[in-house]
């Protein structure tokens, strides 16, 4: 079945970097799109980055304002895995991350198109 673990989270002062990691196995790495979310207390999940697959894309990425220029969305296709480079980390950043997989291949930054999800994993930015 598919599955997705997410690897990378901890506590990390401001300014300064984290690699997030999304182990995905049981469906077509190349077909579907990826995407990180994050949802911190008392918000709703937003996207923060993500990838079209080929049966939806041109594997082009897409990233939120707040994230855009200090994170890096990449797909390995030779592990199926996901990387969420996150540099020059601000406090706001503080969230539960989430991968997640679009078996279309869209590249979307809503939530509903995603089919599968991970477990999560916590991002503090705190000094």
């Known amino acids: 079945q598919v599955q997705l673990v997410e690897s990378g989270g901890g506590l990390v002062q401001p300014g300064g970097s984290l690699r997030l990691s999304c182990a995905t196995s049981g469906f077509i790495f190349d077909f579907y799109a990826v995407g990180w979310f994050r949802q911190a207390p008392g918000r709703e999940r937003e996207g923060v980055a993500c990838i079209s697959g080929t049966s939806g894309g041109d594997g082009s990425a897409w990233y939120a304002g707040p994230v855009r220029g200090r994170f890096t969305i990449t797909k390995d296709n030779t592990n199926d895995t996901v990387i969420l480079q996150m540099n020059s980390l601000k406090p706001e950043d503080t969230a539960v991350y989430y991968c997640?997989?679009?078996?279309?291949?869209?590249?979307?930054?809503?939530?509903?198109?995603?089919?599968?999800w991970g477990q999560g994993t916590q991002v503090t930015v705190s000094s």
């Open positions: 997640a997989a679009d078996p279309y291949g869209r590249r979307s930054s809503a939530s509903w198109t995603y089919v599968y």
